[in-house]
């Protein structure tokens, strides 16, 4: 461990655990969380690694203040993350709202787990992926990414903070409880070669004309002073203008709604990761995401074995979605095939993106557990005929 409590070298952990070491490579020194299976791990690890860290944890009292928490601490200074699972994130999501509209830079990582309501606490789901995009109110994007390992639940937990601080917004990490209740092998790197995306710092002094909300051409808030700093600025939920201060009208709306829009959908090529093999020549493409993803690579092997050309296509980003990708392979494969643990959910994005040029199988399954090797196989011989 060096000086600072940071882990390096090769360590057995879950993908909770990694998840908090991720964060802790990443620069989170603020953790404000609620208890809730399968996350729970999350804030064990962090309530023991952050006092080493030289970092904060707060226990609180529900889902709602810990995110309000998070954000609070996001503008005093601090990188800060949160962690729960289904019925704690629909909690968080009025303050998630809250997190888009003040373009405040977080973390918040649900553990997916069988729904709705209490559902399955302790067994694997992934039902939360449309709510992770539509589930605060109000015309919003959003960045969500799904590890299907610890590995990737480490390496992406740090690129999920990159990508908040680059674009200004909170950032979602949609694992689910069998990646996060899964111990594998996992590389960290010493602190050098973990590449940090800087605080926007300002450049400018304190002033008159400071503008809290100045926009590079990227449409994302130039920089972001903290609370102490001496710059007076403004920071609400309601529609404001560039100091931050509230113009609840239907100009401001007009200015405002169409930039924090933009930031995500005008740079999604630069925030979109796609994991691709055997696509090109392929009749048959799997597009899944998180363990559902690594679930599928027995029956494509298998398929392949029988003659089939199957190709897989991994969401490593969920949101915004690969729009542009699924319709290139639309017009010239049969058919995809989508498993996720939910009745039916990503499946619906790539049939609006195929255009009825390519058949799309849904491949559901109720949470609980993951699929069956052999019924992903079954339906990926349906698709190749």
């Not at 952990?13 to 996350?39: K, Q, S």
């Not at 790539?350 to 109720?366: D, L, Q, T, Y």
């Not at 196989?377 to 190749?384: F, H, S």
Request: hydrophobic share 40%; aromatic share 6%; glycine share 10%.
């Amino acid at each position: 461990m060096s000086e600072r409590g940071v882990l390096e070298g090769e360590f057995f952990l879950n993908g909770d655990v990694a998840v908090a070491e991720g964060a802790i490579c990443a620069g989170c020194r603020f953790f404000a969380g609620y208890p809730i299976t399968p996350a729970t791990e999350v804030a064990e690890r962090m309530s023991e690694r952050l006092p080493e860290a030289g970092g904060v944890f707060i226990q609180m009292e529900d889902e709602m203040a810990s995110m309000n928490a998070v954000l609070g601490a996001a503008w005093g200074g601090a990188r800060a993350m949160t962690a729960t699972s289904g019925p704690g994130f629909s909690l968080m999501l009025e303050n998630l709202g809250l997190g888009i509209m003040t373009e405040t830079p977080c973390v918040v990582v649900d553990v997916q787990r069988g729904g709705p309501s209490t559902g399955l606490p302790t067994l694997v789901g992934q039902a939360d992926m449309m709510q992770a995009r539509w589930g605060s109110h109000g015309d919003y994007e959003t960045i969500a990414l799904a590890p299907s390992s610890p590995q990737e639940a480490f390496d992406l937990t740090i690129h999920a903070f990159n990508l908040a601080e680059k674009y200004r917004t909170p950032v979602l990490l949609m694992t689910d409880e069998a990646v996060g209740h899964m111990t594998e092998r996992v590389s960290i790197p010493p602190a050098e070669r973990i590449s940090l995306y800087p605080w926007r710092k300002p450049e400018q002094p304190p002033g008159p004309d400071f503008r809290l909300y100045e926009r590079d051409e990227r449409h994302i808030p130039r920089h972001m002073p903290v609370a102490g700093m001496g710059y007076r600025f403004h920071i609400t939920g309601l529609t404001h203008d560039e100091r931050g201060y509230p113009a609840t009208n239907a100009a401001a709306q007009i200015e405002l709604l169409p930039q924090l829009i933009a930031k995500i959908r005008d740079n999604r090529h630069d925030i979109i990761t796609l994991v691709e093999d055997g696509v090109e020549g392929a009749e048959v493409v799997v597009v899944s995401y998180g363990i559902s993803a690594r679930t599928s690579l027995l029956p494509i092997q298998l398929a392949r074995q029988e003659g089939m050309a199957v190709g897989m296509l991994k969401l490593v980003t969920v949101w915004p979605f690969a729009e542009e990708r699924i319709r290139e392979l639309a017009d010239r494969v049969k058919a995809f095939v989508v498993p996720e643990i939910n009745m039916g959910q990503m499946v619906r994005e790539v049939e609006r993106c195929a255009c009825g040029k390519a058949r799309v199988i849904s491949a559901p399954h109720p949470g609980g557990g993951i699929h069956r090797p052999e019924d992903i196989l079954e339906i990926i011989r349906e698709a190749a005929q």
